[in-house]
């Protein structure tokens, strides 16, 4: 099993759901996320000095998958997430050991 | 007495308005600290409602206008005694003279409230309380008796100050300064970002402002008549040229106009204009209001060129902008609205020069003696928290409150200090 993380702009969440649900994916956790990559941050301007902001919102969003489906998974969430430009964010996937579904205490990929 | 009861209701309402204006400034200065410290600047606004309220009716209203004394009033209306007699000058009012001291009451109040955004995010509140009545009695009477009370020095001079050009906004401008120079600056500036937390809060304040400095200008007439009415057109104009200049100088010099700049614009033409409302034509105030606008829009930048750290720019707009707002009267005076010519006006440079001295003797009196209480608070209980409540900000280390349920990693405070390993 894989934990799939991807980091990305927070207007693209909806282009990402979808394409994960329309893929067959059931569930997801999304949260938001700060930080910056190789854009860096942005400069804001107040009473006409220059403040450089170095942490840019982001939506983190995490999936669990079997292993065989992991790179598919990858692909659609990229393909749903770029834009083209700089800031478009990352997406890593991670081993996972083991996983259980709370409410029926299934365990493995049955509780994915 | 003949009292008007049209004068009575609208000084009454104006009243009113000119209360709302601290409240409306504990927002627009709120919105501009950073998360931590926000309730920390309504706090301190707040406490001024309650103090000036109290020390006013006991006392410093006698002293500020009643008697005859050239630089300080006397204890004749102390607790409000003898309040059915007019305050000294003040007899042709038809107004009664309690509603009289309760329109100068919220000038009182809105005074020393104006400090307190270039002292933010560092003052301790017990101190800041102690200062406000202190300043109240040793700084406020006077200088309100010598502008406002006829039997006032600068009066009889006959210097202008339609509504607080000088007595409210270089006062407090010039006190602010000297209480950022005893306090030092907030830790970490410059060299730290300290962006505002909630412009919309800004924005907020700055209407309320502006809805209830018609109170304060027009209300200034003592009276509902035409000469109210040019305080008040003359309001709204001057603040309108003077945001437009404001966002024209950020558009060609910053690349943006900006919602902070609108608003910074627009108080600071209602500062300027404060002192002129009464005594310059709808024209005239276009031009206050526009010179207002572009020169406090610069005037902001001069506390990183001197290192003095004006953490919300009272220096930049109260001090600067008063002081421009009474100068300019020497310039666009006119008897056809009230008062004497100025230049403009084929009045010569008389004006101006009772204009120049009433603007120098407030400033002096103002930033001295401000330094001096400032000083000796410090010594006595401290004027600032610690470093580790600064760190942790008011809110929470003056008040053990905390003004939203979430910290936001983007505001500047608590993610990014507890990280750079406090």
Same mark, same amino acid.
């Given at each position: 099993?894989?934990?799939?993380?991807?980091?990305?702009?927070?207007?693209?969440?909806?282009?990402?759901?979808?394409?994960?649900?329309?893929?067959?994916?059931?569930?997801?956790?999304?949260?938001e996320?700060?930080?910056?990559?190789?854009?860096?941050?942005?400069?804001?301007?107040?009473?006409?000095?220059?403040?450089?902001?170095?942490?840019?919102?982001?939506?983190?969003?995490?999936?669990l998958?079997?292993?065989?489906?992991?790179?598919?998974?990858?692909?659609?969430?990229?393909?749903?997430?770029?834009?083209?430009?700089?800031?478009d964010?990352?997406?890593?996937?991670?081993?996972?050991?083991?996983?259980?579904?709370?409410?029926?205490?299934?365990?493995?990929t049955?509780?994915? | 007495?003949?009292?008007?009861?049209?004068?009575?209701?609208?000084?009454? @309402?104006? *009243?009113?308005?000119?209360? #709302?204006?601290?409240? +409306?400034?504990?927002? !627009?200065? /709120? =919105?501009? &600290?950073?998360?931590?410290?926000?309730?920390?600047?309504?706090?301190?606004?707040?406490?001024?409602?309650?103090?000036?309220?109290?020390?006013?009716?006991?006392?410093?209203?006698?002293?500020?206008?009643?008697?005859?004394?050239?630089?300080?009033?006397?204890?004749?209306?102390?607790?409000?005694?003898?309040?059915?007699?007019?305050?000294?000058?003040?007899?042709?009012?038809?107004?009664?003279?309690?509603?009289?001291?309760?329109?100068?009451?919220?000038?009182?109040?809105?005074?020393?409230?104006?400090?307190?955004?270039?002292?933010?995010?560092?003052?301790?509140?017990?101190?800041?309380?102690?200062?406000?009545?202190?300043?109240?009695?040793?700084?406020?009477?006077?200088?309100?008796?010598? @502008?406002? *009370?006829?039997?006032?020095? #600068?009066?009889?001079? +006959?210097a202008?100050? !339609?509504? /607080? =050009?000088? &007595?409210?906004?270089?006062?407090?401008?010039?006190?602010?300064?000297?209480?950022?120079?005893?306090?030092?600056?907030?830790?970490?500036?410059?060299?730290?970002?300290?962006?505002?937390?909630?412009?919309?809060?800004?924005?907020?304040?700055?209407?309320?402002?502006?809805?209830?400095?018609?109170?304060?200008?027009?209300?200034?007439?003592?009276?509902?008549?035409?000469?109210?009415?040019?305080?008040?057109?003359?309001?709204n104009?001057?603040?309108?040229?003077?945001?437009?200049?404001?966002?024209?100088?950020?558009?060609?010099?910053?690349?943006?106009?900006?919602?902070?700049?609108?608003?910074?614009?627009?108080?600071?033409?209602?500062?300027?204009?404060?002192?002129?409302?009464?005594?310059?034509?709808?024209?005239?105030?276009?031009?206050?209001?526009?010179?207002?606008?572009?020169?406090?829009?610069?005037?902001?930048?001069?506390?990183?060129?001197?290192?003095?750290?004006?953490?919300?720019?009272?220096?930049?707009?109260?001090?600067?902008?008063?002081?421009?707002?009474?100068?300019?009267?020497?310039?666009?005076?006119?008897?056809?609205?009230n008062?004497?010519?100025g230049?403009?006006?084929?009045?010569g440079?008389?004006?101006?020069g009772?204009?120049?001295?009433?603007?120098?003797?407030?400033?002096?009196?103002?930033?001295?003696?401000?330094?001096?209480?400032?000083?000796?608070?410090?010594?006595?209980?401290?004027?600032?928290?610690?470093?580790?409540?600064?760190?942790?900000?008011?809110?929470?280390?003056?008040?053990?409150?905390?003004?939203?349920?979430?910290?936001?990693?983007?505001?500047?405070?608590?993610?990014?200090?507890?990280?750079?390993?406090?």
């Amino acid at each position: 099993m894989k934990l799939i993380t991807a980091i990305i702009k927070p207007f693209k969440l909806d282009d990402v759901k979808n394409a994960l649900q329309a893929f067959g994916i059931t569930g997801m956790t999304v949260s938001e996320a700060s930080g910056f990559g190789r854009q860096r941050g942005h400069t804001e301007v107040y009473r006409g000095a220059e403040y450089t902001v170095d942490l840019v919102p982001k939506v983190r969003l995490e999936v669990l998958v079997d292993s065989a489906e992991a790179e598919k998974v990858i692909d659609v969430i990229v393909k749903a997430a770029t834009t083209g430009s700089i800031g478009d964010g990352k997406v890593w996937s991670t081993p996972v050991d083991n996983v259980v579904r709370v409410r029926t205490g299934e365990r493995g990929t049955d509780a994915i | 007495m003949n009292f008007n009861t049209g004068d009575t209701a609208w000084i009454l @309402v104006a *009243s009113a308005m000119v209360l #709302l204006m601290t409240p +409306g400034l504990a927002f !627009f200065y /709120g =919105g501009m &600290v950073r998360g931590k410290n926000v309730l920390g600047m309504l706090a301190q606004n707040y406490v001024v409602m309650g103090i000036v309220s109290v020390l006013w009716i006991t006392g410093v209203y006698s002293l500020a206008f009643s008697g005859t004394g050239k630089f300080i009033g006397d204890f004749h209306q102390f607790g409000l005694n003898h309040i059915w007699q007019q305050a000294t000058g003040f007899e042709a009012l038809t107004i009664p003279p309690l509603v009289f001291c309760a329109f100068q009451l919220m000038f009182a109040i809105i005074t020393p409230a104006l400090i307190t955004g270039a002292s933010a995010d560092r003052l301790k509140f017990g101190a800041w309380t102690l200062f406000t009545g202190v300043w109240l009695v040793l700084v406020y009477a006077p200088v309100a008796h010598w @502008v406002f *009370s006829p039997s006032g020095w #600068l009066f009889k001079l +006959g210097a202008e100050d !339609f509504a /607080g =050009g000088t &007595v409210v906004h270089a006062n407090a401008g010039a006190a602010a300064l000297a209480l950022i120079l005893v306090i030092g600056k907030r830790r970490g500036w410059p060299k730290e970002r300290m962006r505002p937390h909630n412009v919309p809060f800004v924005l907020l304040g700055a209407g309320l402002l502006w809805f209830g400095w018609f109170g304060f200008n027009a209300g200034s007439a003592l009276s509902a008549n035409t000469l109210s009415a040019f305080a008040f057109v003359n309001t709204n104009t001057a603040t309108g040229a003077a945001l437009l200049g404001w966002i024209l100088v950020e558009r060609l010099r910053d690349g943006h106009a900006t919602t902070l700049g609108a608003a910074s614009g627009a108080v600071a033409g209602l500062v300027a204009i404060t002192p002129a409302c009464g005594f310059v034509s709808p024209m005239g105030s276009i031009a206050i209001g526009f010179a207002a606008g572009i020169i406090c829009s610069f005037a902001v930048g001069l506390k990183n060129k001197f290192g003095y750290d004006d953490a919300l720019d009272v220096v930049g707009v109260h001090l600067v902008g008063g002081v421009l707002g009474a100068l300019l009267i020497g310039f666009f005076g006119t008897k056809l609205t009230n008062g004497a010519n100025g230049f403009f006006y084929g009045g010569g440079w008389t004006l101006m020069g009772k204009q120049a001295i009433a603007v120098a003797a407030v400033v002096a009196y103002s930033f001295v003696a401000t330094y001096i209480i400032a000083k000796a608070i410090d010594l006595l209980i401290g004027l600032r928290v610690t470093e580790e409540q600064e760190v942790a900000g008011l809110d929470l280390s003056q008040h053990a409150e905390t003004a939203y349920e979430t910290a936001s990693f983007n505001d500047g405070s608590r993610f990014s200090q507890s990280a750079s390993g406090n």
